[in-house]
């Protein structure tokens, strides 16, 4: 089992910034690959961003809507993998989930942190 809890998520203005943290426990070592995915009202829930997790490079990837705003990174100290969101956009607001796959367990969602951009 692996258990995910988000946080970060507030209201912010249009250009703002903020970080989301996903703080990863249970069977980590399981974990294959960390990422954040986010669901807009009225829409589906979509990839933000990945990174890879059980190899010695991590490869990241990145949604288009996103790339050169948003960046992940990794704390290994303290499981958990955080992102940076820069020069937010009314777009970006949305509830960010984090989730998990694993190698042998399927995968893991978090509960969730809203997002909201104002302009």
């Known amino acids: 089992q692996v258990q995910l809890v988000e946080s970060g998520g507030d209201l912010v203005q249009t250009g703002g910034s903020l970080r989301l943290s996903c703080a990863v426990s249970?069977?980590?070592?399981?974990?294959?690959?960390m990422g954040w995915y986010r669901q807009a009202p009225g829409k589906q829930r979509e990839m933000v961003a990945t990174v890879t997790t059980g190899s010695a490079t991590n490869h990241e990837n990145y949604a288009d809507a996103v790339k050169g705003r948003f960046s992940l990174s990794i704390d290994h100290a303290e499981n958990t993998v955080h992102l940076q969101m820069n020069d937010l956009l009314a777009q970006d607001t949305a509830v960010y989930y984090c989730n998990a796959q694993t190698w042998t367990q399927g995968e893991y969602w978090g509960q969730g942190t809203q997002v909201t951009v104002s302009s």
């Open positions: 249970g069977d980590t070592h399981k974990v294959k690959e």
